[in-house]
């Protein structure tokens, strides 16, 4: 494997490493923001710790989904895959991966599968 694609890989998987850091320490965040919300506020205070619940509710489930590309990015970064298209296996240009580090499509494939 030549030095740079290696180089290249190893920057991605320190990006991947830090997002996984920063998603974790938001999810132990959770339980904080969940107990402030059970508390007996009055019924408007109610209303918006309700709405901010859904918020926390949505905002926990998406870091968990990413939490999870995230993982299978590493996973394929110690397996050799990484930034290989899992739909044509072309390589994914590296400047879709500087915008998203655990892409699994290259941007054909992924505008491929969502529209159908
Ligand atoms: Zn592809």
Redesign the pocket.
């Known amino acids: 494997m030549p030095t740079a694609v290696k180089t290249r890989r190893s920057s991605f998987r320190n990006l991947l490493l830090k997002k996984r850091e920063e998603l974790l320490a938001s999810s132990r965040r959770q339980p904080e923001a969940l107990a402030t919300s059970l508390r007996t506020p009055d019924e408007v205070e109610f209303a918006i710790k309700t709405a901010q619940q859904d918020v926390t509710a949505a905002t926990a489930e998406l870091h968990s989904r990413m939490l999870r590309e995230v993982e299978s990015a590493l996973k394929r970064v110690a397996g050799g895959t990484y930034g290989v298209?899992?739909?044509?296996?072309?390589e994914?240009s590296p400047h879709r991966l500087k915008a998203i580090p655990w892409a699994r499509?290259?941007?054909?494939?992924?505008e491929?599968r969502s529209k159908n």
């Open positions: 298209c899992e739909g044509c296996g072309e994914i499509y290259c941007l054909t494939c992924q491929l």
